[in-house]
Each structure stands twice: as C-alpha cells, then as structure tokens.
C-alpha cells in the first residue's frame, strides 16, 4: 500500500499568519497541505481562493497543496488553482454537470485530479472515471465545517472504495475528511484510508503558542498509524 500521508487542514490554522501556520506543520512531519475551498453556495461557508494558494506558494511552500473544491460550478475556476499552484484538485461529483469533463480539464491543466464523496453520495459514478482519478476523497463529515466528528460509516464506505482501488491495479489515492484524530486514525488507516486530513485534531491541539505542539500530535499521529492493520 502507498505511504501514509497528513494533510493538516488550514482551515483550522490561525489565518492571521497562514504562512507560519503551514511552515509550522510542514516542518512538524506533515506531507500534504490540505486547502479547503468553499463558495457559499455548495456549501453554506466561504473561505480561500486560488490568491491565497499562489500566496503559499510565494510565501515558499514547496509541499504538495491539496484542494478541495466545495464549490459550484467547478470548471471555471479550474485553471485558476492550478496556476496557483495547487498539487491536487478533488471536486464533488454533485458539483459539476459533466463529471468526466472536469476530471480531464484538471490533469490538462496539469493537476492531479480527484472525486469527493459526500456520507450519502453512491460510489456509483466511479464505475465510469476510475481512471480519470488520481485520488478518491471520503467525507467523513457533510462538508462545509471544521471541528464536526467522525461518521462510522465512513469506515464501510473506505473498506469498499479500497477494494475497487486494488482490484483497479491503478495509482489512486484513498484520502478521508472530517473529524480524523490521534484517536481514530489507526482505525481510520485499518479500513483502507492512505492520505489522513485533519484540521482540528491538528491546529487544534495543545496550547496555542506552544512551539511544540504540532510535533507532539503530529508523531502521536505516526505512532498510531504505524500501529494500526491496513
Ligand atoms: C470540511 C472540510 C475539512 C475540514 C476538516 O468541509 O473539508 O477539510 O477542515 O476539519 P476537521 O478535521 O476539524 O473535521
Ligand atoms: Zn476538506
């Protein structure tokens, strides 16, 4: 199986010194950052565009940015991500009209390019594009917040995607979203899950100020991940 990778959502970081924030955790172990992108519309918040993801990159980030789209429509603001730098670009399958469509513009546009699952959205969509995906993203939580917890089911849900991937022989990865902490992620990673987003459980650990504290829950993470089946 591929490497774990933990990907800190900024959208628990102090946003008043972003830049820090992700150099800060970046530096305590982290691999990817994730970078959630919400319109109010898809969903009922409003954060961070394509000008704070070339910022990061200004700022020197050179880590792989993962984001998130919970906007609609997706294409149009495609291009834009990925001349801002982004890595990764996953979108929810109810966002756009023509699912393929937009899977291709984002590998054109030179990006990686992935699916998120909503708890009640069917899988069903992936018998289609599977190898349009680079990355298959589970939401653990309905989109629009930080801070919600854990859905078990979710734990089904990665079980299942997990064997569609392997029987696939293809190189996607199986990310999961929302409510992930030290305490789950061993059980999280043991269901098929290789790419662990956390916000709260990261940003929002330990006391703010303290230099330490993304280092402390970020090797608690590893130890944990290093322990669990999969
Ligand atoms: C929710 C976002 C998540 C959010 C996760 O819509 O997609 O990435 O930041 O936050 P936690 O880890 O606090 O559940
Ligand atoms: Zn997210």
């Known amino acids: ?15 008043a010194k972003l830049g820090e924030e992700v150099d800060s955790v970046l530096a305590a172990g982290a691999d990817i950052v994730h970078f959630d992108v919400m319109d109010n519309h898809y969903v009922p918040n409003l954060t961070i565009g394509p000008l704070v ?15 998130h789209l919970m906007v609609k429509p997706v294409d149009r603001i495609v291009p834009d991500f990925a001349k801002a730098g ?41 018998d289609y594009v599977l190898d349009k995906c680079d990355m298959i993203l589970l939401m653990s939580v309905n989109p629009g917040f930080g801070g919600q917890s854990f859905i078990p089911s979710a734990l089904d849900k ?38 662990f987003v956390s916000g709260s459980g990261i940003f929002g650990y330990g006391k703010a100020g303290d230099p330490n504290r993304y280092d402390s829950i970020i090797a608690e993470m590893r130890r944990a991940l290093a322990g669990a089946g999969g």
């Open 53 to 67: 993801c070339e910022a990061l990159r200004k700022h020197g980030v050179t880590a792989p940015i993962d984001v």
């Open 1 to 15: 199986m591929a490497a774990d990778l933990i990907a800190p959502s900024i959208l628990s970081a102090d946003f």
């Open 158 to 195: 990665l079980r299942q995607v997990r064997k569609l991937i392997d029987a696939s022989g293809l190189d996607i990865r199986l990310e999961v979203d929302g409510g992930v902490k030290a305490d789950n992620i061993a059980q999280i990673k043991a269901a098929g899950a290789d790419t």
């Open 86 to 126: 982004a890595t990764y670009i996953t979108f929810h399958p109810e966002a756009s009209e023509h699912i393929d469509r937009t899977l291709q513009l984002i590998r054109n546009e030179g990006c990686k390019a992935g699916l998120v699952f909503n708890p009640a959205t069917p899988l069903s969509v992936l």
